[in-house]
Nanobody, 115 residues
Framework: QVQLVESGGGLVQPGGSLRLSCTAS????????MGWYRQAPGKEREMVAD???????NYADSVKGRFTISRDNGKNTVHLQMNSLKSEDTAVYYC?????????WGQGTQVTASS
């Protein structure tokens, strides 16, 4: 059974930084794609960034230059370094794993950028 465990959310002032981490357990494909999505109140869930097993990345335009996604294949872990956070980045952030044709989601972690 595949499980995703997220950590690293919290409250930060605008302009601050946070680092999210997500670790997958279970049978994980070597070519699984991992990523981060977010959902703000009253809005649809949107992709923030994702990364393939070879390090190929995609970013939402709104976070390019501020967020960096990385992964440790040996530990089935993906990180999201978030710098220069803005109030509009406030949302619940979800880890996503695409594995053997299935999609798995983490439980979500709250990120709040507010003074």
């Amino acid at each position: 059974q595949v499980q995703l465990v997220e950590s690293g959310g919290g409250l930060v002032q605008p302009g601050g930084s946070l680092r999210l981490s997500c670790t997958a357990s279970g049978r994980i494909s070597s070519i699984a794609r991992m990523g981060w999505y977010r959902q703000a109140p009253g809005k649809e869930r949107e992709m923030v960034a994702d990364i393939g097993s070879r390090g190929d990345t995609n970013y939402a335009d709104s976070v390019k230059g501020r967020f960096t996604i990385s992964r440790d294949n040996g530990k089935n872990t993906v990180h999201l370094q978030m710098n220069s956070l803005k109030s509009e980045d406030t949302a619940v952030y979800y880890c996503k794993l695409s594995n053997f044709g299935f999609v798995y989601w983490g439980q979500g972690t709250q990120v709040t950028a507010s003074s």
